[in-house]
Every structure is written in C-alpha cells, then in structure tokens.
C-alpha cells in the first residue's frame, strides 16, 4: 500500500512544484491576491475613519476581503493551464489525482499567505483586537481547506469557458455562502464578541464542510477534468 502510495504523492508534489516554480517566475497570483486586499483594506480604513468596528461587523470585512481575493486568482491555476496549452500535457502525463491535490495544495499554500499578511495588517488599520488566538487561527486554517477545496474544482469546471472570471464568481458564491456565513460567527467569538457556547458547533461544521467539498472534489474532478 505504501509502496502504490509512493508514486502517487510524488506525482502530487510535482504538480505542486510545478506551480510554485511558475508562481515564483510570474507572481501572477500572488501579485493579484495581496493587491487586491490590500486595495480593500486601505480603501475599508478610510471609510471607517478609525472608528472601532464591532467583532461582528469586523469579521464580516475580513471575510469578504478574503473571500473576494480568493475569486480574483484561484481560478487562474486551471486557466493558465488552458492559456498556455499545457494542460493537455499535464492529462497525458499526470494522473487525475495528482493534479487536484497538486492544485489543491498550490491554492491553499496561496490563502494561507494571503491570511498571514492580511492578519497583522487588518488588526493594525481597522483598529481590530484579536481576543481568542486559538480561535482566530482554527478558523482561519478551517476556512481556507474549505474554501481552497470548493475554489480548485470549480477553477477546473470553468477553465475551458470564455467567460472564466465572471463565471467563477457565480458559481462559487452560493457554495460558499454557507462557509461564509459560520466563519464569520466563529471569527466575531475571535475578535471578542459573539456567544462562544456555539462555538463548537462552528467549528464542526468548518471541519464537515472541509472534509465534504474535498471529498466531492476529488470524486467529481476526473469527470470534470477530462471533459
């Protein structure tokens, strides 16, 4: 069993690579996820002219800071395959598997970054304290499986349309939605507001969700895929 494994998670970590070394090249997705925070960000500070946000109003700013980042770059991962006509080098010569979960990895290596810079930045301009630590960073990884796992197979689905961008954003939304709507309850418990005895319930749905998308992902994404 280790031994099937083996080639398997090899192939994975190349299509991983393979990314990650174009990504180093062109910045292209990385370039188009801070910016685009950064943007909002600086533009969601000065309308709030340090007023001090509620942990619910707060989190929702984050939320969608994130969320609507994610949109503007998640989807080139399969795009750029089709743009650059690799993609149909990468059927012939990496299994399915192995390009959802490279993919896959790529994209989460992605929002995690985008998390780790936005955090610090966001708590500072909007005047934000974080109050649950523990909290804060269990949704924030939670959020970013779910939304990575749900993003890569709907980027693969919409990678051959001619009207990629567009078509991503309505797709993805109303999956996303659900996932939205409990990080941001769980986030307003991290920023010191909510009720902290839901707080369990939250964070298994985080977990179920993750775990469902990816599931369905890597069922779904061969058909998807070869198509």
């Known amino acids: 069993m280790a031994k099937a494994a083996s080639p398997l998670v090899a192939k994975?970590?190349?299509?991983?690579?393979?990314?990650?070394?174009?990504?180093?090249?062109?910045?292209?997705?990385?370039n188009t996820l801070l910016l685009f925070a950064l943007v909002t960000l600086t533009a969601l500070s000065f309308a709030t002219g340090g007023i001090g946000l509620t942990p619910l109003l707060a989190a929702v700013f984050f939320w969608i800071i994130v969320f609507f980042s994610a949109l503007s770059s998640l989807a080139q991962t399969f795009v750029k395959e089709v743009e650059t006509k690799t993609a149909t080098f990468l059927k012939l010569t990496a299994p399915d598997d192995a390009v959802f979960f490279g993919k896959w990895g790529f994209n989460l290596l992605l929002i995690l970054l985008l998390e780790a810079v936005l955090t610090p930045l966001f708590t500072i301009m909007l005047n934000i304290e974080v109050a649950r630590w523990d909290v804060w960073i269990g949704t924030s990884i939670l959020g970013a499986l779910g939304l990575v796992s749900t993003s890569t197979l709907i980027g693969a689905l919409?990678?051959?349309?001619?009207?990629?961008?567009?078509?991503?954003?309505?797709?993805?939304?109303?999956?996303?939605?659900?996932?939205?709507?409990?990080?941001?309850?769980?986030?307003?418990?991290?920023?010191?507001?909510?009720?902290?005895?839901?707080?369990?319930d939250s964070f298994a749905v985080l977990g179920a969700y993750a775990a469902i998308t990816t599931t369905a992902g890597w069922l779904l994404f061969p058909f998807v895929w070869r198509e």
């Open 12 to 30: 994975v970590w190349a299509v991983f690579e393979k990314d990650t070394r174009s990504e180093y090249r062109t910045r292209y997705a990385v």
């Open 158 to 200: 919409i990678a051959a349309a001619g009207v990629r961008g567009a078509l991503f954003s309505v797709l993805s939304f109303p999956v996303l939605l659900p996932l939205l709507i409990v990080l941001i309850r769980a986030t307003e418990v991290a920023f010191g507001g909510g009720l902290e005895q839901g707080l369990g």
